[in-house]
């Protein structure tokens, strides 16, 4: 089961820092993805990154701007978004890979999801 929480409204230029709770089972070949998903737009990878090891992975548009991190004594992932712009807006979701090989940026590989967290950035 996955909770994530930390959106919110933020200015262009701005940041925000959403965390992905995880609880029950994960295995250390898990992988946790985040996504997003626009209104009238197709749910899109965002990050990833492995349970175990040094593994992340980030789409194009959020490189040197977001940075994907894990404290595994809390079974917490976390996004930080720096530099936000118009165009990140979108509800976030993190999702588990239970067994994953690599970070996949196909959202049906994910079989658990969080509940979604709303990120807003005003121009």
């Known amino acids: 089961q996955l909770q994530a929480y930390g959106g919110g409204l933020v200015q262009a230029g701005g940041s925000l820092r959403l965390s992905c709770a995880a609880s029950g089972r994960t295995f250390s070949n898990s992988a946790i993805g985040w996504f997003r998903q626009a209104p009238g737009k197709e749910r899109e990878f965002v990050s990833g990154?492995?349970?175990?090891?040094?593994?992340?992975s980030y789409r194009d548009s959020v490189k040197g701007r977001f940075t994907i991190s894990r404290d595994n004594a809390k079974n917490t992932v976390y996004l930080q978004m720096n530099s936000l712009k118009p165009e990140d807006t979108a509800t976030y979701y993190c999702a588990l890979d239970l067994a994953a090989r690599s970070i996949s940026y196909n959202w049906k590989t994910y079989t658990s999801w969080g509940q979604g967290t709303q990120v807003t950035v005003s121009s």
């Open positions: 990154i492995k349970l175990s090891g040094t593994s992340t």
